[in-house]
């Protein structure tokens, strides 16, 4: 890090990555500043807080200027900034080191990393790792998001008595890093779409993607979805050691002595790394097909790190899911309640209530985006809850749409929402939030309302 004591930076995108990366070099005592392509007016809020910012952080907005780019030592960008950008190609022409957050992250880590890929579910199997090791005694850091970004590893306290760095690699992370091995990679699925705004086509998707699986040596180990990736050559001719997990039977798939690795037999998890374990089911908290599938990627990953197998009894039934996605947060007189604060679109909604087979009362609502559209989605909500309690600016549309429902309430407020819910609650019942629309008529974000949902839940 001392490398980078009092040079000049400039950080390329005022996300929430960027306060973290000026938090980073302001310890080092650096000249920074900062450029965004949205104009100013775009970046009110953060541009008051860069106001506030000891000692003074230089700001570019509305346009990338290539002097300032120029006369910095270190360019240090987030995943969201093109890594082919113009100024940036320029930059490094000109002997300047440039890096992407995560690059940067990946440069300080002294550590045996643990990479978690895959186009959905790595942030759960990221955390259920963690929380299994930690249960053994570990010291983990969990992060590669723009809420943790692998940066803030290089900040932490204690950053010489860590033991393992789990961090979540999207491809659009991938792009242009190099010198990036970790000792184990979780690879959960692959989707079948890709994001154009960051890749030509699917080749340069799946390319990116799997070039880390081509960084792996005979002594890593990788961690695969045999549901999802066994008809894949790729996975299955990779130079490593590979362990494979499936919601299916090994045995009765007739695989059981061509693969190691983690099943769902019998009502129980079984897995055959290092020496053969079974894992009760029964009392899980999290709920839903793929948290589960999540469970098994996070067994069979930490049965291959040598865990003890009490530790991961203890995350099949203690961990809690993620924050604000199916996060549980309490059981009060036999009512079950789930933060799901995050599903913000109604597809998503819908998912969330298919995870429940107990009666289950959902709140829901949020801002009015008229391009919304609730009838498609009637039947899903009507089967799957026993009452619906409609908050926020499209509760009148939502519930127009959900007229044929039995039990549906308006409220006026995010608490009358909540205090309503359990009102209306009985033993068995499962209370949650799956909002289906954005937050921001009430609050800032997601998060902002997932966390004021918990306060008022454990005010109860």
Not at 169 to 190: C, E, G, W, Y
Not at 309 to 334: S, W, Y
Not at 366 to 371: L, Y
């Amino acid at each position: 890090m001392e490398r980078f004591r009092g040079k000049k930076v400039l950080i390329v995108g005022i996300g929430k990555t960027g306060f973290k990366l000026i938090n980073f070099f302001n310890r080092l005592e650096c000249e920074i500043r900062v450029t965004d392509i949205k104009p100013i007016f775009d970046l009110n809020k953060p541009v008051k807080k860069l106001k506030k910012i000891k000692p003074a952080v230089h700001m570019t907005f509305g346009e990338h200027r290539d002097e300032d780019f120029l006369e910095s030592d270190v360019v240090v960008y987030s995943s969201s900034v093109d890594p082919g950008l113009a100024q940036l190609e320029l930059a490094r022409q000109n002997g300047v080191q440039v890096y992407s957050e995560f690059a940067l992250g990946n440069l300080l880590c002294r550590k045996p990393i643990i990479a978690v890929c895959g186009s959905y579910g790595r942030s759960t199997v990221a955390h259920m790792v963690g929380f299994t090791l930690r249960r053994d005694g570990k010291n983990i850091f969990v992060g590669g998001t723009s809420d943790t970004p692998f940066i803030e590893y290089a900040m932490q306290p204690n950053i010489e008595e860590i033991d393992y760095v789990i961090v979540e690699v999207s491809a659009v992370q991938m792009r242009s890093l190099k010198d990036f091995h970790p000792k184990m990679v979780i690879f959960t699925n692959i989707s079948e779409t890709y994001p154009a705004e960051h890749f030509t086509s699917m080749g340069d998707f799946m390319e990116t993607k799997l070039s880390i699986v081509k960084s792996l040596s005979a002594g890593d180990k990788l961690i695969c979805n045999f549901d999802k990736l066994a008809n894949n050559t790729f996975f299955r001719n990779a130079n490593c050691q590979t362990f494979w997990y499936s919601r299916k039977s090994f045995v009765s798939m007739g695989v059981m002595d061509e693969v190691q690795g983690t099943h769902f037999h019998e009502r129980r998890i079984h897995s055959n790394i290092n020496f053969h374990s079974e894992f009760i089911v029964k009392d899980m908290r999290i709920i839903g097909q793929n948290n589960r599938e999540n469970l098994l990627a996070a067994v069979t990953a930490c049965k291959a790190l040598d865990a003890s197998d009490e530790a991961i009894q203890t995350c099949v039934e203690k961990f809690p899911g993620i924050p604000h996605r199916l996060e549980f947060l309490m059981e009060k007189n036999g009512v079950c309640f789930y933060n799901d604060s995050k599903a913000e679109s109604m597809p998503n909604l819908c998912e969330s209530l298919k995870s429940f087979k107990n009666n289950v009362i959902l709140i829901a609502g949020g801002k009015d985006n008229e391009e919304i559209e609730f009838e498609p989605f009637n039947d899903d909500v009507i089967n799957n809850t026993r009452v619906v309690v409609l908050v926020g600016e499209c509760k009148e549309r939502m519930n127009r749409a959900l007229q044929e429902h039995p039990q549906t309430f308006i409220v006026g407020s995010f608490e009358e929402s909540v205090l309503l819910a359990y009102q209306k609650s009985r033993t068995g019942d499962t209370i949650l939030l799956s909002p289906g629309n954005p937050a921001t008529d009430f609050f800032r974000d997601y998060e902002e309302r997932g966390n004021y949902f918990k306060k008022l839940v454990y005010q109860l």
